[in-house]
């Protein structure tokens, strides 16, 4: 048999073993447990090799009651300990964790596990309430585990699991493929329906490798995990899990005296913050003066970050340190990724200038191109798509990391794909953006967010990016509510709650339409209204939920 021929097994959960062998006495995850009688926090762990002995015993334990290679098993356990163990082992199995963000709110969840059509429920007391009075997977589901105490809806409980497991003895990992399906996972909802992207591991072996080359991640390192879901990639990194004490469905309201402690108990090298998270724990932080020397390196994603919070992000670190941003999607991350410090010296003046955002060059092995603007399928690949260098497009992306489809989504699946005649496709991003003379892509918004009125198409990142510079701006978004039959160019403004930045109403609308006309991408406005407080994505409490904003605008001006 040839290498070719030969089997080469594809196991996202391979990592650990492999940790557990080389630094076996590593923490892998570390959770806050409680506090002392003296307000200090105290914490548990799992070590690399606790955390591979447990998920073997787990997995064979879950074997034995039915979910083995191929079952899509909903997860919904708060991040813990249990949470990192029970992923690892469905990975090892080689059955598919369905994962969904649960404040997504009923409706979608109802959506979405439906969509899913899971075959087993893990859950904490309260997922397995709300799957009763909901009927979540009624139709599909066959076997229950409860991480907790089970009432009266059957089942297992993860001790029984544990038991069963330890009965079975020594674990074998499943041999799966590069495109065998690992995990379903569910985009946030924030600018359309929850869609469940579908993760090989050939998808999830790429992006860890693309992480850890991207930003230099080395074994040893200490990460704190503000996002659950992102933490699952410390110990495939060998890097230390830190798991905070917060609302990990809330990044907006964290408190950031807690975010510190954890940094300063642990001596985290590496920190993932969403901007909302990353703007309170700043502006917290500067006053308080914190300072974070042993982080090398901070990476925040879900939208774009402010300048002016990176800047006081700079206060607290290093001088060599940034805050990396990268670009991307659930479908596909990273895709490019640019440096804080590129940003506050050069790309964020042109931001305020209706550039865009600069989102950086593309990281390696993903080719990023930019195709002409269409809300169609598109049924085959050609040259003829592409758009002339500097030209705003829609973004599409090819490489190892990118997702081959949605589960049990054709329709999203054909509109989201671009299948070439080697088998091979482009995923559309759904952004729009373009190059710039030095390669660097600038993100320039959603493709379902362009307004389009009967003077042209208007962009919403380049717009708002103008508007966002005046002191007396939080955010703004564009939107293009229907009035009397027609598309009108509608900028939501919500106000710097700063006391030195408020002023009368009148007088900002003023100073705001007046700068609009300063700028060809903003100078297109009809009307100006203040918004008390913007609604936002769940996952990030980032992403501005435009169609809300829409909604909300239409209702202003009727």
Known sequence: ???????????????????????????????????????????????????????????????????????????????????????????????????????????????????????????IPKAHVGRILLGWGKKTLKTLVTVGSKLFWGGYTLSQIEAL?????????????????????????????????????????????????????????MDLATF????????????????????????????????????????????????????????????????????????????????????????????????????????????????????????????GEGKGVCVGAPVAKVEVQIIKISDDPIESWSEDLLVSKGEIGEIIVRGPRVTRSYFNRDASTKISKIVREDGSFHHRMGDLGYFDDQGRLWFCGRKSHRVVTKAGCRFTVPCEGVFNTHPGVYRSALVGPVVNGAVKAVLCVELNSEPAALKPLDALRKELLELGQSRDSSSFIDTILFHPSFPVDIRHNSKIFREKLKVWAEGELK
């Open 1 to 123: 048999m040839t290498v070719s021929e030969a089997k080469v097994v594809v196991n996202i959960a391979k990592h650990l073993p492999e940790m557990a062998k080389r630094l076996p006495y590593h923490k892998a995850v570390v959770f806050p447990e409680g506090r002392d009688k003296q307000g200090r926090v105290t914490y548990t762990h799992y070590t690399c090799a606790q955390l591979n002995e447990k998920s073997d015993i787990i997995a064979a334990g879950l074997v034995k009651v039915g979910i083995t290679r191929g079952v899509r098993s909903v997860l919904m356990v708060k991040p813990c300990l249990d949470f990192f163990a029970l992923t690892f082992a469905l990975f090892k199995i080689g059955a598919v964790p369905v994962l969904v963000d649960p404040g997504m709110g009923t409706k979608n969840l109802g959506q979405c596990l439906a969509e899913a059509q899971p075959e087993a429920f893990i859950g």
């Open 228 to 351: 659950p879901l992102f933490g699952l990639f410390g110990p495939a990194l060998g890097m230390t899990t830190i798991i905070p004490d917060m609302d990990a469905t809330k990044p907006a309201e964290v408190d950031p005296e807690k975010i510190n402690e954890a940094i300063q108990n642990f001596g985290a090298t590496n920190m993932f913050g969403s901007p909302a998270l990353l703007n309170r724990v700043s502006s917290y932080g500067v006053k308080h003066g914190y300072q974070w020397p042993s982080l090398k390196r901070v990476i925040s994603a879900g939208a774009p970050v402010p300048g002016d919070v990176l800047d006081r992000v700079h206060s607290m670190l290093g001088d060599d340190v940034e805050v990396f941003t990268p670009y991307g999607a659930t479908e596909s991350l990273p895709v490019a990724s640019i440096g804080s410090r590129t940003i506050v010296a050069e790309t964020f003046v042109k931001t």
């Open 165 to 221: 497991g330890k009965a079975a003895g020594p674990f074998q990992m499943a041999e799966t493929q590069s495109e065998d399906m690992a995990a379903v996972l569910f985009t946030s909802g924030s600018t359309g329906v929850p869609k469940g992207a579908v993760y090989s591991h050939g998808n999830f072996a790429a992006q860890v490798e693309s992480l850890k080359d991207t930003y230099h991640i080395e074994p040893g390192e």
